[in-house]
């Protein structure tokens, strides 16, 4: 089966000020994949997903999503593309609900529409019994439980998701990365993860990047980046390992 | 425009249902009718001396009954009324993650600060409008006298003069929300500007017009130079905002006043015209005299809120 490309950049560039945070990067996600992007902190992971949402401007270079410009229709991405950042902010005086049918409403969606959808998606990242309760009250996994029903709200045919297991104890990152699976799996959404959690990136991952610095030192199956490094099968060598072979190079 | 008036209206339904709301209103809805109710309570006793009167519904605002009137009231601290609504309208969305997530909806970048920019105004204006109707209602009550028509016209200028006025402090408070990113720093810039604004301009003035034109009050008072002292006096403290919506709406709220000025050059013919016909002028002419005031004041709102929108516009989100 030959997988279409949904995601391409073209030597994408960012300077903030004088400092490069992104240098020539090219990379490509096929439809329908989990694509890990891995990395150490600061090295332009989030500045790549936020030109890639069209939120911020590149200073070089393209990217196309779906066949669209980020930068020419921001719109248009945002309306297929869902992105959940590392520490995602609820209004805390508001319960579930009303933040969800804020973003609904922002998303267009008819509010008899929305309230079906909201209940559907409160029980599908199972807070259903905490839907009337302030936001401000709720600990760091349910909010990024409501985050993940926020970004479904809109039908992304995309998720762009920024160390989504970031602060949670192992039991529940465990089960947000099931779910992302899930997700992948049941609504044929392709998920672009940036995540330090090497173990679960490649229990679920089709693919893999490593960005290093602003720049994508390697880019495929994690097969081919062991074979490439390495010289055998995945089977004797974890992600983990080829991660900091990488970066030990570099 | 579908997330222009999402934004709109979640920012008005936080606006009137936050306590820092409901505090100033009661605060501002009580002094204005305290002030009126003494006004009309002091325009009852001295009925007969107004009798002469042409327009005894506009005294409400204008008098000053025990100590200031309302007009002098909302000049003061209407601009409070602004800041308080919007300087955390954008750092504390920042601060707490949810600019962010806003503007990966798909809606245009500036809906957000429309949004919020028209939910404050649209604040601003049911206040106002409720406070003027609630004074003329005690007006009826207690002096029991009918707003003619003309009193109703100044009414509605002098309501449009004020909401633009408030607005402009609501554009500075948001355009500091956007440059501050820190809250209490946002706070305290919008409220210095505020008492700079509204009393150390007119010291200043004083200062400026001193050290143009001296006046020496020890010996023989040069008339011109007073003239030029206070000319200069009056055009820096024009400068202030609250002086130009005081002078407007003084104006426009009592008809009997001609000009803004207070030192008025004339010759022995003119004086004795003025003296002859004391009448008030009609509202077109009221208009004719602030009209500088009202499009210095409308230009600074909207040149306040054209600065936010550039600079949230080309802000990078992430910083």
Not at chain 1, 71 to 87: D, F, H, S, T, W
Not at chain 2, 308 to 319: D, G, K, L, N, P
């Amino acid at each position: 089966m030959e997988a279409s490309t949904i995601i391409e950049t073209v030597n994408l560039t960012k300077h903030y000020n004088r400092q490069t945070a992104v240098k020539d990067l090219s990379f490509k996600v096929n439809e329908g994949e989990v694509f890990g992007f891995l990395g150490p902190n600061g090295a332009g992971k989030t500045t790549t997903l936020l030109m890639l949402m069209g939120l911020s401007h590149p200073s070089g270079g393209s990217a196309r999503v779906c066949g669209l410009d980020p930068l020419r229709k921001p719109i248009e991405v945002k309306r297929i593309a869902g992105y959940l950042p590392e520490n995602v902010g609820f209004y805390g005086d508001l319960d579930a609900v009303q933040n969800l049918k804020y973003v609904a409403s922002l998303n267009g969606i008819q509010t008899d529409k929305a309230s079906e959808k909201i209940d559907e998606l409160l029980d599908l990242v199972g807070l259903k019994q905490d839907a009337r309760k302030k936001v401000g009250a709720f600990s760091r996994g349910m909010k990024q439980r409501l985050g993940f029903a926020e970004v479904l709200i809109k039908d992304p045919k995309l998720l762009f998701l920024d160390e989504p297991t970031i602060g949670l104890d192992p039991d529940g990152a465990l089960r947000l990365m099931e779910f992302i699976k899930s997700l992948n799996r049941d609504r044929q959404i392709t998920v672009l993860l940036s995540s330090h959690n090497l173990y679960q990136v490649q229990k679920i991952s089709h693919r893999v990047g490593i960005m290093i610095h602003g720049e994508m030192v390697a880019e495929g199956t994690i097969e081919s980046l062991a074979k490439e490094k390495f010289g055998v099968g995945q089977k004797e060598y974890s992600l983990e390992e080829i991660y900091m072979k990488y970066f030990q190079e570099v | 425009m579908q997330g222009l008036y999402a934004v709109f209206k979640k920012e008005l339904c936080d606006h009137f249902s936050s306590y820092r709301f409901v505090i100033l209103f009661a605060l501002i809805a009580m002094v204005s009718f305290i002030s009126s109710y003494m006004a009309g309570i002091h325009m009852k006793e001295n009925l007969e001396a107004l009798a002469s009167t042409r327009f005894p519904f506009l005294m409400l605002f204008s008098s000053t009954g025990a100590l200031f009137s309302m007009v002098q009231f909302v000049a003061f601290f209407g601009p409070l009324i602004g800041l308080v609504l919007a300087f955390d309208s954008i750092n504390r969305e920042r601060a707490d993650g949810t600019l962010i997530k806003l503007i990966s909806q798909p809606i245009y970048r500036d809906a957000v600060i429309n949004g919020k920019f028209l939910a404050g105004v649209a604040t601003i204006t049911i206040m106002l409008i409720a406070i003027v109707l609630v004074i003329s209602g005690l007006g009826l009550v207690i002096v029991g006298i009918v707003p003619g028509i003309e009193e109703i016209w100044r009414l509605f200028v002098y309501l449009i003069i004020s909401i633009f006025y408030i607005s402009f402090w609501l554009a500075v408070s948001i355009l500091f929300s956007i440059s501050f990113k820190s809250i209490a720093t946002s706070a305290l810039a919008s409220i210095a500007l505020w008492i700079f604004l509204s009393f150390f301009v007119s010291l200043g003035a004083n200062v400026v017009a001193d050290s143009i034109a001296p006046v020496d009050r020890q010996k023989e008072p040069n008339p011109e130079m007073i003239i030029k002292n206070i000319r200069i006096r009056e055009m820096v403290s024009l400068c202030s905002p609250m002086v130009l919506y005081s002078e407007a709406t003084q104006t426009i709220i009592d008809p009997m006043r001609k000009t803004t000025r207070s030192v008025v050059l004339m010759g022995p013919m003119e004086e004795l015209l003025s003296s002859r016909f004391q009448n008030p002028l009609p509202l077109g002419q009221s208009i004719l005299v602030i009209f500088p005031h009202m499009t210095a004041l409308v230009a600074l709102t909207l040149i306040c809120f054209a600065i936010s929108y550039v600079i949230f516009m080309v802000q990078e989100i992430r910083t």
